[in-house]
């Protein structure tokens, strides 16, 4: 199983979310900013270490959101979404082809990776439709 940590970031009532490059697996399917545990490394620094590479942004992680667990074709992860908050820095497109601020009840409009699903729902449950 693959370690994976992501961040749920929030501006004022919006939260954001990436999108994937289109020559990546799960291309152009829309995400939180994240990736994969390194061996040696906390959750909290894989997190710290993804947004600085991703965003070019330094954050302050909070409390566990959510966990999940998704099987993938290609590979089965454990999903750790980490409340956080961006310390320094204005995020910038360095890997993803998008970045969007969204509300809960813009969930629908876009197409997330599979793992997400369950966290969406939680989102849509907790901040309104």
């Known amino acids: 199983?693959?370690?994976?940590?992501?961040?749920?970031?929030?501006?004022?009532?919006?939260?954001?979310?990436?999108?994937?490059?289109?020559?990546?697996?799960?291309?152009?399917?829309?995400?939180?900013?994240?990736g994969k545990v390194e061996p040696g490394e906390t959750k909290e620094q894989a997190l710290a270490r993804e947004c600085r590479e991703e965003l070019g942004i330094r954050i302050s992680i909070g409390e566990v959101f959510m966990e999940v667990v998704h099987e993938y074709p290609d590979m089965k992860v454990h999903l750790t979404l980490f409340r956080a908050s961006i310390a320094e820095g204005i995020p910038r497109k360095l890997e993803h082809h998008d970045i969007r601020w969204i509300t809960a009840g813009e969930i629908s409009k876009y197409d997330f990776c599979p793992a997400d699903v369950e966290i969406l729902e939680r989102i849509r449950e907790e901040y309104g439709e």
């Open 1 to 34: 199983m693959t370690e994976v940590v992501a961040a749920f970031i929030w501006d004022n009532d919006k939260f954001m979310i990436c999108q994937r490059p289109a020559h990546k697996t799960r291309g152009l399917l829309w995400e939180f900013v994240g």
